[in-house]
């Protein structure tokens, strides 16, 4: 297996120089989630194995010639973000859509991967598995999941690798375990008593309601959750009132809330409801709870995290087996059920003085392809290693 992993590697360096132009090309013409029918048609073209099967509507599963038993999954997301890109570089988006979360990079990866793979030979069946929709819900790991294509193509496995500034370059993060936390999202809609701001007397007002709302529901995660796991429950938005002397008759609240036990989610929820509607009460109003389930906690296969931790270090990368995040990521339904997973975290460290994913001057340097190439191929050995013929 050394061998494969000098042969695989090599192979992939031979492959590097198209691999870095197509990201190029697919970070100037991004498109967004369920839209991605032409990044798919550009990425098959580029890994020249076949059409595939679409999948989740916009997405491809292309089988790889070669290798045979149980099939490993490599895959990469295809959609990009509704963010209007600030770096300047001379690929920059032409539209107002952006690659902010490196799926550029995860895609050039997986087409240098399969293009060696094919060229050198390995021992078990490859899918090559161009997911949509990461980045919105539903989710189109769930719809591949559902789908059948899995079981169908032989997969007991799924391996993904992605961007992370916030650990080192030069770093993979390997953990078993929980890695990723649960997400739902929701909205809460305040209804109260409007009029006339210089009377608060005889309104029921519910900005205020609302306000105190925001503060009692960071409660979820201090006071109701063990502290060794955590909880985070956050507003993005807040509507309300359309006059600085009328209070409206109602105000809305989108939130997400996280947690990193699977276990922990259904208490949390069922708290959320009662700090929301009792804190409605209490302010003489009433709410509108409604609840958009999302991703489970992302749980990596303790025993491909221990043999991805063996093939990184022997490929030169320091490994970390300690991060995780309160991010969420829908490759959490490939973890359990018919197939197992394993997300890997590759480190860029500062990239540019951006330190956040999502950022509109986040851009990866075209050396992070190589990274997740290796650490996609560091992926599939542990999984080959983890279920022997």
Not at 76 to 105: I, K, R, Y
């Amino acid at each position: 297996m050394s061998d494969l992993w000098t042969r695989w590697t090599r192979a992939i360096d031979d492959e590097l120089p198209a691999a870095v132009a197509l990201r190029h090309t697919v970070h100037a013409d991004p498109r967004g989630s369920g839209d991605e029918e032409d990044t798919a048609g550009l990425v098959t073209e580029a890994i020249g194995a076949g059409d595939g099967v679409r999948v989740a509507k916009t997405g491809r599963a292309i089988p790889l010639p070669g290798g045979e038993g149980p099939g490993v999954a490599l895959r990469a997301e295809l959609d990009a973000l509704p963010v209007l890109e600030g770096t300047g570089v001379p690929w920059a988006s032409g539209n107002e859509l952006m690659h902010a979360c490196g799926h550029d990079v995860h895609l050039a990866a997986l087409v240098a991967v399969a293009r060696a793979a094919v060229r050198v030979g390995v021992p078990r069946p490859i899918l090559a598995l161009l997911q949509p929709r990461e980045e919105t819900s539903p989710p189109g790991a769930l719809d591949v999941v559902e789908s059948g294509v899995l079981p169908e193509a032989g997969v007991r496995t799924v391996i993904g690798a992605h961007v992370q500034p916030r650990i080192a370059h030069g770093v993979v993060s390997a953990v078993p375990g929980p890695v990723n936390a649960s997400t739902d999202e929701f909205e809460v809609t305040m209804h109260g008593q409007g009029g006339h701001a210089g009377y608060p007397h005889l309104l029921r007002d519910p900005i205020l309601a609302l306000s105190q709302l925001v503060v009692s529901l960071q409660q979820l995660a201090s006071r109701r959750i063990d502290p060794v796991f955590g909880a985070v429950c956050s507003i993005g938005r807040i509507q309300a009132g359309a006059a600085a002397n009328v209070v409206p008759n109602s105000a809305t609240a989108l939130g997400s809330l996280r947690l990193m036990r699977e276990k922990d989610r259904e208490r949390a929820l069922e708290t959320l409801a009662d700090i929301v509607h009792g804190t409605a009460k209490a302010h003489g109003c009433t709410a509108e709870l409604k609840i958009n389930p999302c991703e489970p906690v992302l749980d990596n296969d303790p025993a491909l995290a221990a043999g991805a931790q063996r093939w990184l270090r022997h490929g030169g990368f320091t490994v970390d087996d300690q991060f995780r995040s309160f991010g969420a990521d829908d490759f959490a339904h490939y973890c359990g059920g018919a197939t197992r997973g394993l997300m890997l975290f590759v480190g860029l460290g500062d990239t540019a003085g951006v330190p956040s994913l999502h950022d509109d001057r986040f851009l990866p340097r075209d050396e992070a392809v190589v990274q997740v190439a290796h650490a996609l191929v560091a992926g599939y050995l542990a999984a080959v290693d983890a279920e022997p013929a």
